[in-house]
């Protein structure tokens, strides 16, 4: 296991109301069969020049698809590229026209056979598929079967196929916010915070990040270790980023106004998807050499974006775009927000045998966003070398272009 991070924002906390961890074995052992013996990755022993096979699973989405196109930008070492979603996005086709072997592969990670077919092979695994859901769109079961036993699955199809690298896409919801609301500012990978979790989201990342460090070190087929480590985004935007092109067409709705729901004073971490993704690429071609090191350890993801409250930065974007964010200070009381999030969540619960009521503002999000959480390290700069790929200003001027393009193809 690592060396650091022991105690700290370890992300070790409790999920109240789950089960633990070893109740639920997946059945990849007993479905696998001998798929094992067909290969035998590991990049310990390939020559320099030797081609690898990456993985990507949720390279559909929105992070997954800035992974799988920095991959074919930045990894020289790449030779095959294989795309594991559960739906397919059509801009694959035009990947497939170039130098690397693109393959994709409609799966679910949920599917232990689907999982080790698309495994068997790959020398580097980037695990990135997920079900982001904070606002009780799927069933708490639902989304931990595919955050904690999808990643089960992946981590056994590993062991089983002898492929050694992996990496997977935690979150910073792992730590916090907690069920208190307690501030975490600056913080990095071994600030001490109390983490305890109640929403699904967050208690399968928890738990899925968990397997994954516990996993590394454990012998794969043919006989080595597998490496795995963790990066922990914040808040991430950028293009394909779907919550701020909402934020967008709301605020067209309303004339071009928004309304300041939290105080200005809430800070909120917030990450670039293409530093996010180069990130990932960097810690997979690192984790082989540096696997004493890297081996079972945590990374924030973090760039040089300001700090700033969920919404302030949000209007980096959309101010640019037209809009306005009305108010100094927010124009309804807390304890209003706090009514109407509450009142939300039971007309969620009363509308669910009719239909699915999930609107943005629910007492999780509230919590959320009214939290500050930001983070300050250079864990991953030490450990593997990584500096942002891109500037704030170069982030924001995507971002920027991306939501006008976006909002106008809505209108
Ligand atoms: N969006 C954010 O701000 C943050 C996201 N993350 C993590 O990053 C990862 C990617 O998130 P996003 O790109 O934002 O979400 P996304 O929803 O855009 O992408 C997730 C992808 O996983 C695929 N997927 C979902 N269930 C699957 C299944 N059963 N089998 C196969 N594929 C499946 C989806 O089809 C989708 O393409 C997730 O693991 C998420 O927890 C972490 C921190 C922040
Ligand atoms: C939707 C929230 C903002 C609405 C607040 C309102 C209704 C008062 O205007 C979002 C505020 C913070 C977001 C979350 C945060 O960025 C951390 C996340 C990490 C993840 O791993 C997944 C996404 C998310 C939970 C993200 C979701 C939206 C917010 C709650």
Redesign the pocket.
């Known amino acids: 296991m690592g060396q650091e991070g022991e105690g700290g924002a370890s992300g070790r906390g409790r999920c109240v109301g789950w089960p633990a961890l070893d109740e639920r074995r997946g059945p990849l052992q007993a479905s696998l069969g001998t798929l094992g013996q067909r290969l035998q990755p590991g990049m310990a022993d390939s020559a320099q020049a030797q081609k690898l096979v990456y993985l990507v699973t949720g390279g559909c989405g929105f992070l997954g698809e800035h992974v799988v196109r920095m991959l074919l930008q930045r990894e020289p070492r790449l030779g095959e590229l294989r795309v594991f979603d559960r739906h397919l996005g059509p801009w694959l086709e035009e990947l497939k026209t170039g130098p690397v072997r693109v393959t994709a592969i409609q799966g679910d990670v949920t599917e232990a056979h689907e999982v080790a077919a698309a495994v068997a092979g790959a020398h580097v695994v980037i695990h990135t598929a997920g079900l982001?859901d904070?606002f009780g769109r799927a069933s708490p079961e639902t989304i931990h079967e595919v955050n904690v036993q999808g990643t089960r699955n992946v981590i056994e199809a590993c062991v089983q196929t002898g492929t050694r690298f992996l990496v997977y896409t935690s979150?910073?919801?792992v730590v916090g916010p907690n069920t208190k609301g307690h501030p975490f500012y600056r913080g990095n990978e071994d600030t001490l915070y109390e983490a305890v979790h109640r929403h699904p989201?967050p208690c399968s990342?928890a738990l899925a990040e968990r397997l994954v460090l516990e996993a590394n070190g454990r012998e794969v087929h043919g006989g080595l270790p597998l490496v795995t480590c963790a990066l922990r985004p914040?808040?991430i935007y950028g293009e394909g980023h779907q919550?701020m092109r909402d934020f967008y067409r709301q605020g067209l709705r309303l004339g071009g106004w928004l309304f300041r729901?939290?105080p200005a004073s809430v800070e909120?971490g917030r990450v670039y998807v293409g530093n996010v993704a180069w990130m990932h690429v960097l810690a997979a071609r690192e984790l082989e050499r540096r696997a004493a090191l890297m081996g079972g350890q945590v990374y924030f993801c973090y760039d040089g974006s300001p700090y700033k409250s969920?919404e302030d930065f949000n209007m980096e974007f959309l101010g640019p775009c037209g809009l306005q964010l009305v108010g100094a200070r927010p124009l309804l009381p807390y304890w209003l927000?706090v009514f109407l999030a509450a009142l939300n969540a039971l007309l969620q619960w009363l509308l669910r045998p009719l239909v699915l009521y999930a609107p943005?503002?629910n007492p999780y999000?509230?919590a959320?966003?009214n939290t500050t959480f930001t983070v300050s390290t250079d864990k991953a700069q030490r450990h593997f070398g990584y500096e942002p790929l891109f500037s704030w200003e170069d982030s924001r001027t995507r971002t920027i272009l991306w939501v006008q393009a976006a909002g106008s193809s809505a209108q």
């Open positions: 982001v904070v979150s910073m919801e989201y990342k914040t808040g919550i729901a939290i909120h969920y927000l943005l503002l999000t509230l959320v966003a």
